[in-house]
Structure formats: structure tokens, C-alpha cells
């Protein structure tokens, strides 16, 4: 699966971008950041509140309990500061 | 007519009302409301320098073509056009254009209100902001989600 990071998510990792195989028993949005935060320093960094980080599942805002299904790209980012 | 696009320039909000009226006779309200970055200094006192708007390509015009077709589904707009910038800008600079025509002008008021609330809490922009000390990412507002969530 793509995963893509935006803004201080991305910072913290120092990734814009990488591919990963999903492990056993990971089948949502939180399992995912879940599993993430395990990964390293930046990744627990970037996950340390993982209520702020947001996410989209191909391209749609997901909700933590979203099922990854068969989707292809995942993005985590900041609470979005647009306008 | 109905225009999303995602730029690193600069846009013309005059010229872009204009081209949602022009040989129509339908169009009895255009709403066109313009984002700038303002200068405003930290609590501390550094003045901003600039604001680097990062964006997720794709899904931003995507996201913005979805909350134009919810404002369709709520008010009779005629047509409607939504301009974001990414990349860094100076104080006086635009950000973002939002352009709204309907027959009568409460739809085309309420349209592009609706359109930049939501715009601000579900469109992947993220503002960096560039001072003198340091550059720190703006944190989200609650009333922005307030205005948001206002339309139900």
C-alpha cells in the first residue's frame, strides 16, 4: 500500500511518500497509525496524539475506524489549515 | 459553469467573475470573495515573512469538486469557481478565490460562505509560517470547525 505524509506528519517521519505491506491484523485507519507509530522515533513522533492526525483513504477523509479494504493510497496529515 | 483549479499563480478574481457572466442573462447575483495573506505578527512579536501553503495534489481538487457539488445540491448556483494557490506567499498576496452566481443573491451569499467554511476544514491545505525566528506550522482553529459545522 502507498502511504503518503503531509505537512509536520511528514517532517516528523522525513518521508513524503513510501510503499509498505500491510501486516496481519492490520485492517483499519488506527491499525495502520497504529502499527506506524511502532516503526521509529518519527513515526512515534508524528503519532504521539493520534487522535490529532487525520487521514484519506484514496483521496476521501477517512475516520479512524474506516476499513483499509482494497484501497491503494492512504495519506496522514495535520488537521487541515487551508483558506 | 463549474471550475476547480490548484495553482502556484497568482489569479485575477475580476477577470474570473467576469467569465462566469459574461453572454449570460441568467445571472442576477455573483458573489466573489478573495483569501489574502495577512501580515500579523506573532504574540511574541515577530512579523510574518511569508505563508508556504503544501497541498496533496489530487485529492485537493478532488476534495473541492466534492463541496461544490454539496453547495449545488443546496442552493440553485448557476455556476461557481474556486481558485487555491500552494507554494509561498507574501503578506498582500491572494491565497484563494471563491466566485458564486445564482438568479438572487441569497444562494450565491450563502453558496460561497458555505463553500469557504468548509473549504478551510476539509480541503488538504496545511500553512507553514515563515518568521524571522522560526517557521511553524499553523495550528487549526476550532472556530473554524464551528463555522463548518454551523451548516449542518
Same mark, same amino acid.
Do not use: F, I, V
Given at each position: 500500500m502507498k502511504i503518503l505524509y503531509f505537512a509536520w506528519v511528514r517532517e516528523r517521519i522525513g518521508l513524503e511518500a513510501e510503499e509498505i505491506a500491510l501486516?496481519?491484523?492490520v485492517s483499519t485507519v488506527a491499525d495502520l497509525a497504529a502499527f506506524l507509530k511502532t516503526r521509529g522515533e518519527g513515526y512515534a513522533h508524528a503519532f504521539e496524539n493520534p487522535r490529532v492526525v487525520r487521514a484519506a483513504?484514496?483521496?476521501r477523509h477517512a475516520r479512524p475506524d474506516t476499513p483499509l479494504?482494497?484501497?491503494?493510497?492512504i495519506a496522514f496529515f495535520p488537521p487541515m489549515t487551508g483558506g | 459553469m463549474f471550475t476547480v483549479r490548484i495553482q502556484s499563480e497568482d489569479f485575477d478574481p475580476a477577470a474570473e467573475s467576469a467569465a462566469l457572466t459574461r453572454g449570460r442573462t441568467d445571472v442576477g447575483a455573483v458573489v466573489t470573495f478573495t483569501g489574502l495573506c495577512r501580515a500579523q505578527d506573532a504574540p511574541g512579536g515577530a512579523p510574518l515573512i511569508a505563508l508556504t501553503l503544501e497541498h496533496y495534489p489530487g485529492m485537493a481538487e478532488e476534495e473541492i469538486g466534492r463541496l461544490i457539488e454539496e453547495a449545488r445540491a443546496r442552493w440553485p448556483l448557476l #455556476?461557481?469557481?474556486v481558485i487555491h494557490r500552494f507554494g509561498r506567499m507574501e503578506p498582500g498576496d491572494n491565497i484563494v478565490l471563491v466566485v458564486t452566481t445564482s438568479a438572487h443573491r441569497g444562494a450565491a451569499f450563502e453558496a460561497a460562505e458555505f463553500l469557504m467554511d468548509w473549504?478551510?476544514?476539509h480541503a488538504p491545505f496545511w500553512k507553514l509560517e515563515e518568521r524571522a525566528d522560526e517557521n511553524s506550522w499553523v495550528p487549526?482553529?476550532?472556530?473554524?470547525?464551528?463555522?463548518?459545522g454551523?451548516? #449542518?
Open positions: 501486516p496481519e491484523g483513504l484514496d483521496r479494504g482494497a484501497a491503494r493510497e | #455556476g461557481a469557481t473549504l478551510k476544514t487549526a482553529k476550532d472556530s473554524d470547525d464551528e463555522a463548518a454551523r451548516w #449542518g
